[in-house]
């Protein structure tokens, strides 16, 4: 028998693309732990109206590379750099997103990422 933590899950973005994930990539997520606890949802899909598919897939990747115990701490610190150099708009809209899911590793990382992103264009403009 599976655990509980083996269901899949299905997050809907606001443009309404569907991703299965499984419950224990998905609960990294202190929201949708609060969803799956309290049973806020229906038939294992949980609708997301705020964050759109293009920023719930790459939110999703961090918590699959963040999740699972066989990618090395080297591999995820190179994900984590690649992800904290995308366009400032981009890191906008993961920043909404991820404060909204409350995913506190990565919305460190993005917070650092947007702070570098401005410290840089104050020396280029100084």
């Known amino acids: 028998m599976s655990s509980p933590k083996d269901n ?18 998905a609960i990294q ?11 806020c949802f229906t038939s294992n899909t949980i609708c997301l ?11 999703l990747e961090y ?3 963040h999740g699972d115990s066989k990618v090395s701490m080297e591999n ?14 981009e890191l906008f809209d ?3 997103a991820v404060d909204y899911l409350q995913i506190k590793s990565l919305l460190d990382i993005i917070c650092d990422a947007i702070s570098n ?8 403009n100084s």
């Not at 899949?8 to 990539?25: Q, Y």
């Not at 109206?49 to 939110?59: A, R, T």
Request: no cysteine; charged share 30%.
């Open 76 to 89: 995820q610190k190179e994900y984590d750099a690649k992800l904290a150099d995308k366009p400032i708009g």
């Open 94 to 96: 993961l920043v909404l």
């Open 63 to 65: 918590l699959s590379q």
């Open 117 to 124: 992103n401005i410290m840089a264009g104050l020396q280029v």
């Open 49 to 59: 109206p705020d964050i759109d598919s293009k920023i719930l897939g790459v939110i």
């Open 29 to 39: 997520s202190v929201r949708i732990k609060d969803m799956v606890d309290k049973g």
């Open 8 to 25: 899949i899950l299905t997050l809907k973005s606001s443009d309404n693309v569907e991703f299965n994930v499984k419950e224990s990539v």
